[in-house]
């Protein structure tokens, strides 16, 4: 298959995760090295920061779930993998906000596999192999892969079911000791450096704690609704 032809079917079958971690802008992004690598000033505009450490990790879980891809990928000209190569980190960037080995990081690798699959047999069906049957093994992966992200909303709602729950019962007890957060509060902004406190005007769901509230009681806020990252 033309290397062009392989680019095509790369990026059409990795797509930004919706879970991704924004990139971050500034003065760096990745371009290839001469081992493939990423190194400064790259692709989409310099957008995103990583280094040699973050592409080898991407590009293992990369080889891990997604051989026929990453084989394939291999075989690009260089200015070919710039492109691939942002898909490839944005894809691993947004592993890296569930725990290994968690429900949703297992639902996600599932998912980069039917997606080989579903390459590996459309490269089968670009070389002239049976149409039908291959249509049909096809639909069969699609089927397989609309299963997991049904599952994988599944267990999203029950994440934040669980955290509207946490929440909920964190204000029962803030109603119940309002007499105790006053007397405490009063304390802090009384004696505090300058008079201030430091929750106050940190809206909620903008506390230093993601998931976990901004503080604990009426002070702080809900974190904000996503995954806690854990970085590998």
């Known amino acids: 298959m033309k290397p062009h032809r392989l680019a095509f079917l790369l990026a059409a079958l990795l797509p930004l995760s919706a879970w991704a971690e924004p990139a971050r802008e500034g003065n760096g992004g990745a371009v ?5 690598g990423p190194r400064r000033g790259g692709p989409q505009g310099g957008r995103g920061n990583w280094g040699e450490d973050d592409w080898a990790k991407a590009f293992k879980f990369f080889q891990e779930n997604s051989p026929k891809r990453a084989l394939a990928y291999e075989k690009l000209p260089d ?10 980190i944005n894809r691993w960037r947004a592993m890296k906000w569930y725990p290994e080995g968690s429900d949703l990081w297992n639902n996600k690798a599932k998912q980069a596999q039917l997606e080989d699959d579903v390459f590996g047999l459309k490269q089968d069906l670009g070389g002239g192999g049976n149409s039908d049957a291959l249509k049909a093994q096809i639909k069969v992966k699609v089927t397989e892969l609309v299963d997991l992200r049904i599952q994988e909303r599944a267990l999203h709602i029950e994440r934040l079911e669980k955290l509207v729950a946490d929440e909920r019962k964190k204000l029962e007890d803030d109603k119940a000791h309002k007499g105790d957060l006053v007397d405490k509060r009063f304390e802090q902004m009384l004696n505090g450096p300058e008079g201030n406190d430091p929750a106050d005007g940190v809206p909620p769901g903008a506390g230093p704690n993601p998931g976990g509230g901004g503080g604990g009681g009426a002070g702080g806020g809900p974190g904000p609704v996503r995954p806690e990252r854990k970085d590998k």
């Not at 290839?32 to 493939?36: E, L």
């Not at 200015?79 to 942002?86: E, G, L, T």
Request: charged share 25%; hydrophobic share 25%.
């Open 32 to 36: 290839t090295s001469n081992s493939g």
């Open 79 to 88: 200015d070919q993998k710039r492109n691939i190569r942002f898909l490839i």
